[in-house]
């Protein structure tokens, strides 16, 4: 079974400059999660989504941060515009369902802002 | 919220021997309790987890024990070998109740095995 692919795998940009990344759950699960983690630290989470739907996103820094997951497979989450402090490793990470409770994450993406 | 501490923050051990990490967690609601392991550029592996109507499990070298009642679990690695260095991650639902379940994490911890 193919695990969870994100792209692309490492990102460089300038202050102010948007971002975009991409997240391909494990075929034929429902639920979607956008995890942060600042270097030295655990994830933290961004966004949960259930299908198409959004299921928690109070922790979205939400004037800069998007996320859509429109047809419930893939997911994007754009920051625009970015700042420093955004430089992180973006996981996504995907259950089978809200019942499921097991995550599998993705090898993540390396974003560095200067 | 949940919120979870994890000790220590590094742990090194000679090869062969055991090692073991510990979490505290704020929310007695909380039900599931998983591990996680991530390597240098990896994304978090899960290795083990419990649920709250049991009080240990044990995959081979692996296991993990649930005290509800002084709220805390641990993860206890035995017979150590190289391969487990790595970064340890323990964690639990964000928010009780079944209002949504994504994780919020220990801040990890660094495991080194000294040959």
């Known amino acids: 079974e193919a695990g969870v692919a994100q792209s692309p795998r490492y990102k460089i940009i300038e202050k102010r400059q948007s971002v975009a990344f991409w997240c391909n759950p494990i075929s034929g699960h429902a639920t979607l999660y956008w995890y942060q983690q600042i270097l030295g630290q655990g994830p933290k989470l961004l966004i949960q989504?259930?299908?198409?739907?959004?299921?928690?996103d109070s922790q979205l820094p939400k004037d800069r941060f998007s996320a859509e997951r429109l047809k419930g497979v893939d997911s994007t989450l754009k920051i625009q515009p970015a700042k420093l402090e955004d430089s992180a490793v973006y996981l996504c990470?995907?259950?089978?369902?809200?019942?499921?409770?097991?995550?599998?994450f993705g090898p993540g993406t390396r974003l560095l802002v200067l | 919220g949940e919120n979870v501490e994890q000790h220590p923050s590094t742990l090194s051990v000679q090869e062969g021997d055991s090692a073991v990490i510990k979490c505290t967690y704020s929310d007695s609601a909380s039900n599931y309790f998983p591990w996680y392991k991530q390597e240098l550029g990896k994304g978090p592996q899960l290795i083990i987890d419990i649920r709250s109507n049991v009080g240990e499990k044990k995959d081979q070298r692996i296991a993990v024990t649930l005290n509800k009642t002084a709220k805390h679990f641990s993860l206890h690695i035995t017979e150590t070998q190289p391969e487990d260095s790595a970064v340890y991650f323990c964690?639990?639902?964000?928010?009780?109740?079944?209002?949504?379940?994504?994780?919020?994490f220990g801040k990890g911890t660094h495991l080194i095995i000294q040959p």
């Open positions: 990470a995907s259950s089978l369902d809200r019942l499921g409770l097991t995550q599998y």
């Open positions: 964690a639990a639902p964000l928010l009780s109740g079944g209002g949504a379940d994504g994780l919020t």
């Open positions: 989504f259930q299908n198409n739907g959004v299921v928690d």
